[in-house]
C-alpha cells in the first residue's frame, strides 16, 4: 500500500532559522513526488515535483531533494510569511496521496 | 481562469440529512479528486476520475458517500445519511492527465459541520 510519512509534525524555527522538513515514502512504481504549501483556510497550493533519486528543485528559500525513500524541503533563513503547512504527496501515475503535512511556524 | 469552483464554502447540517457538494474543475482539465481533510487523518482521497469515469473509490468510506461527474465541468460528492464523524474538510481538485497526473489544482474547499 502506498504511504506517506512527514515529520516532524510541527515546527517552530526563529526567523531566518534554517531547517529541513521530511517526507518518508513507499510508493509501487513511483511517477512522482510532489510538494503543497497550504494556508489556513484555503487549499494546498503546488511547489515542486521531482520525478527522479538526485532531483532537486528550488523556489525562493525553499529547495526540495528527493532520494529514492525520502525527500527534503530545505528551508533556508525563512520568513514569517514562509508559515504554513507543507505537504508532501506521491504518485503512481494515477493516484495522489498525501502525507499529514509539517506545520511550519516562524516567528519574528 | 477562475480555478476549481467548490461550493458550498459551508455547510452546516444535522445528524441523517443528506448533504451535497459541488465541484467546477478548471476547463481543459481531464481528471478529478476529491479528497477529505481532518487533523487527525490528514488529507484523504477519497475517489477520482478521468475523462469523467471514476477511476478508483477505494478511499470512500462507506455506502453513504457517492460521487458522480455527469460532464467534464462538474461534479458532485453526495453523502446520505450524513453522520458526525463525517464533518471535515472537503476539496475537490483538478489536473491534466497527460499520461500521469501531477500538478493538481484544488478548489478553495467546503467545510462541513454534521451536528
Known amino acids: 500500500e502506498d504511504q506517506v510519512t512527514q515529520s516532524p509534525e510541527a515546527l517552530r524555527l526563529q526567523e531566518g532559522e534554517s531547517s529541513s522538513l521530511n517526507c518518508s515514502y513507499t510508493v509501487s512504481g513511483l511517477r512522482g513526488l510532489f510538494w503543497y504549501r497550504q494556508d489556513p483556510g484555503k487549499g494546498p497550493e503546488f511547489l515542486f515535483t521531482?520525478?527522479?533519486a538526485g532531483e532537486e528543485k528550488e523556489k525562493e528559500r525553499l529547495k526540495a531533494t528527493l532520494t529514492k525513500k525520502e525527500s527534503f524541503l530545505h528551508i533556508t533563513a525563512p520568513k514569517p510569511e514562509d508559515s504554513a503547512t507543507y505537504l508532501c504527496?506521491?504518485?503512481?501515475?494515477?493516484?495522489?496521496?498525501f502525507g499529514k503535512g509539517t506545520r511550519l511556524h516562524i516567528l519574528p | 481562469d477562475a480555478g476549481v469552483i467548490q461550493s458550498p464554502r459551508h455547510e452546516v447540517t444535522e445528524m441523517g440529512q443528506e448533504v451535497t457538494l459541488r465541484c467546477k474543475p478548471i476547463?481543459?482539465?481531464?481528471?478529478l479528486f476529491w479528497y477529505r481533510q481532518t487533523m487527525m487523518r490528514g488529507l484523504e482521497l477519497l475517489i477520482y476520475?478521468?475523462?469523467?469515469?471514476?477511476?478508483?473509490d477505494s478511499g470512500m468510506p462507506e455506502d453513504r458517500f457517492s460521487a458522480k461527474m455527469p460532464n467534464a465541468s462538474f461534479s458532485t460528492l453526495k453523502i446520505q445519511p450524513s453522520e458526525p464523524r463525517d464533518s471535515a474538510v472537503y476539496f475537490c481538485?483538478?489536473?491534466?492527465?497527460?499520461?500521469?497526473?501531477?500538478?493538481?489544482?484544488f478548489g478553495s474547499g467546503t467545510q462541513l459541520s454534521v451536528l
Open positions: 481538485a483538478s489536473s491534466l492527465w497527460t499520461g500521469a497526473n501531477e500538478k493538481l489544482f
Open positions: 476547463s481543459g482539465h481531464n481528471s
Open positions: 504527496a506521491v504518485s503512481d501515475g494515477d493516484k495522489i496521496i
Open positions: 476520475f478521468n475523462n469523467n469515469v471514476p477511476i478508483d
Open positions: 521531482l520525478y527522479s
